[in-house]
């Protein structure tokens, strides 16, 4: 069985809970242990490696800011 952690993205109109690989997290430089909110660059960087690696893709009718790979 694979470790993986649940992170939300999005706003209060849209949340999005992703399943994320504890492996992918120590590729983006993330601690698995981090609670809270991650840094700006941080996540978008891993927003940004995170549509190379999913199993699905999410993509709203809004802007840029609201699609995000799950």
Do not use: H
Not at 3 to 30: H, Q, Y
């Amino acid at each position: 069985m694979k470790n993986e952690r649940i992170f939300c993205f999005g706003r209060p109109i849209i949340d999005i809970t992703a399943s994320i690989n504890d492996e992918f997290l120590k590729e983006v430089n993330i601690n698995e242990n981090l609670q809270g909110k991650i840094p700006k660059k941080k996540m978008e960087k891993l927003l940004k490696q995170l549509s190379k690696k999913a199993d699905y893709l999410f993509v709203s009718a809004g802007g840029v800011e609201v699609n995000v790979a799950i």
